[in-house]
């Protein structure tokens, strides 16, 4: 941990429900990196924290079209 970590938020299109909620933070928290992944279904947000020396905001981006989502 440390002076790398990166937090954003993301709007992603596409989440409807717990089961899509779920799927998006596993597949985030999978990320070697990632601290946090959290999203709020009704604000439509990925918050995530991570180390910016481990992985990027383009790989979270990928991760999350690759569930079959829209980041926007």
Request: one cysteine or more; glycine letters at 8%; a negative charge.
């Amino acid at each position: 941990m440390g002076n790398n970590l990166e937090r954003h938020q993301i709007i992603v299109e596409g989440m409807s429900c717990g089961h899509c909620k779920a799927a998006v933070e596993k597949a985030v928290r999978a990320l070697t990196g990632v601290e946090l992944a959290d999203v709020d279904l009704a604000a439509r947000t990925l918050v995530v924290e991570f180390d910016g020396t481990k992985t990027t905001l383009q790989d979270i981006k990928t991760v999350v079209d690759e569930e079959g989502y829209t980041v926007v």
